[in-house]
């Protein structure tokens, strides 16, 4: 009896390999253009309520990060239900291996912006001036990572995010100061630039399941 059990374990865990190997072998369709262009309006939004309404940002780092720090919380709530949903109707079976593998590649830079978010308020609040350029540098090094699983021109959205974090480390040390436009321009049109390339990619049949 125990080896027949020990068998059916094994066949179980044989059949989870084999689809989490399919899942990374397959692209991933389960990102919906819509909502990653919604995510720039997002970033221009945040952008534009911290420049009317924050005199200086850089003396209320809490304000300002906390803002953006809901913001992406609210840009990945939006992606991850999108891409739940979607991957059900297109994935069919495979759908949570799928969204599982796409979430894969990009947690190691997902964590280690909270890592440097966490070390820079705690042991250097004078230079969180530079985090905004990290984090960019940090997404542009996800999107790298995930290229497997995402469509072929994905890597153009990774080089943007790369220059521009490493445009905006350069441009904000003259100053040291924070800037809802350093934070918010890269990402916005990051984020169009991924709406782009996943409408390119998915052609209008997917298109349309995004509405």
């Known amino acids: 009896m125990r080896d027949t ?44 309520a911290q420049a009317l309404l ?8 809490i304000l300002f990060f906390g803002l953006w720090i809901g913001a992406a919380v609210t840009a990945c709530a939006l992606i991850g239900f999108e ?25 190691p830079a997902g964590g280690a912006g909270l890592c440097l978010g966490l070390v820079f308020a705690r042991f250097a609040p004078d230079q969180l001036w530079m ?11 996800g999107l790298f990572a995930s290229v497997r699983v995402l469509p072929r021109p994905v890597p153009l959205a990774g080089a943007w995010y790369l220059l521009a974090g490493l445009t905006v480390l350069a441009l904000a040390s003259e100053t040291r100061h924070l800037s809802p ?14 709406a782009l390339i996943i409408h390119r990619h998915s052609g209008h049949g997917d298109a349309d399941a995004d509405l």
């Open 5 to 48: 059990h020990g068998d059916l374990d094994k066949a179980l865990a044989d059949i989870v390999a084999i689809r989490m190997q399919i899942a990374r072998d397959t692209a991933f369709r389960g990102l919906g253009t819509a909502t990653l262009a919604a995510t720039g309006g997002l970033a221009l939004v945040v952008a534009g």
């Open 54 to 61: 924050l005199d200086d940002p850089t003396a209320r780092p």
């Open 83 to 107: 891409a739940v949903r979607r991957s059900r109707q297109v994935h069919s079976g495979l759908a949570d291996a799928m969204v599982f593998s796409a979430i894969e590649g990009f947690l």
């Open 131 to 141: 985090l905004p350029g990290l984090w960019q540098v940090l997404v542009g090094l």
């Open 181 to 194: 436009w350093l934070m918010g321009l890269p990402f916005a049109v990051g984020q169009g630039l991924m």
